[in-house]
């Protein structure tokens, strides 16, 4: 049950109230904004909260089921607000966020608060996003545990996988720019698809701090997977760590850790299923 003051509750009850809906985000970076649907700036909790004119949200629903509670928010993208290259760059990723109305006539009286959560999905198109809230209800979702599989379970480096990845990565410097997703550096001499499905960080340069999935390698040739927040530059410095695509000849002789696969490589397949006696 929401707790509200007893002011807030009879402006409630009023015939006429005036309510704004305001959202604070907290990304994982530590970087925090606000926004109001309010003309005017707020200050609540000493946090200042911007007017927007393009927030939109479903409905809130919930049940007693622990369903997924449903709400999402739409939003004009913009300079001021949120930018579409940094929600590319992941800086969005499972940022919390708080969603909460105030009478902006008399803040004193307290927030009605309506959804607290994770940002969940995000949807681009045109000059527009749309975004899921994900509650504490996601995680009963989520499985506990393993479960079998042919590929590996583990992610490379971790503490199940056991990888050194100082060893399996490399600094390097961005010689050329081909497209904003595609770099290559004459340096490197790994052969093709050493580095896919592989991670870059960017060590210098105006993506310095931010990583990159690496979508496929060639000799010296990088393709990413989305685009960065800024353009790459010749001269950028980067680490790359190699790729593991999960498969147990990979990580035997790639890695040449196949002590620690966390997969079961004599799983039987679909297949498995058309295969009786006497069929031919």
């Excluded at 999402?72 to 607000?81: F, K, N, Y």
């Excluded at 009478?103 to 975004?131: A, C, H, M, Y």
């Excluded at 340096?187 to 499905?197: F, I, P, S, V």
Aim: glycine share 8%.
């Amino acid at each position: 049950m929401k707790q509200i003051s007893l002011d807030l509750k009879t402006h409630l009850a009023g015939e006429v109230t005036t309510l704004v809906t305001c959202w604070r985000l907290t990304r994982r970076d530590g970087c925090r904004l606000a926004f109001t649907t309010h003309d005017q700036i707020l200050r609540i909790d000493h946090v200042s909260f911007r007017p927007v004119n393009s927030f939109f949200s479903t409905a809130v629903s919930s049940s007693n089921a622990l369903n997924v509670d449903n709400l999402a928010v739409d939003m004009m993208l913009s300079s001021e607000g949120i930018d579409e290259r940094d929600i590319r760059a992941g800086l969005y990723d499972h940022a919390a966020i708080e969603i909460f109305q105030v009478n902006w006539q008399d803040l004193s009286q307290g927030k009605l608060p309506i959804r607290k959560g994770w940002l969940g999905e995000f949807s681009l198109k045109d000059d527009q996003f749309t975004v899921e809230i994900r509650g504490l209800s996601q995680k009963l979702q989520q499985t506990i545990g393993d479960v079998f599989s042919p590929d590996c379970r583990a992610d490379l480096g971790g503490d199940r996988c056991h990888v050194n990845l100082e060893k399996v990565s490399r600094l390097g410097r961005v010689t050329a720019v081909l497209e904003p997703d595609r770099f290559q550096d004459s340096g490197r001499a790994e052969a093709g698809g050493w580095y896919d499905y592989g991670v870059l960080r960017w060590i210098s340069g105006e993506n310095a701090g931010l990583k990159s999935e690496i979508k496929r390698y060639t000799v010296g040739d990088f393709r990413l997977y989305d685009d960065l927040k800024s353009p790459i530059a010749v001269g950028d410095i980067y680490l790359a760590v190699a790729g593991c695509d999960k498969r147990a000849a990979t990580c035997k002789a790639k890695f040449e850790n196949f002590a620690n696969f966390r997969g079961e490589t004599a799983i039987p397949g679909t297949d498995a299923l058309y295969r009786y006696p006497g069929l031919k």
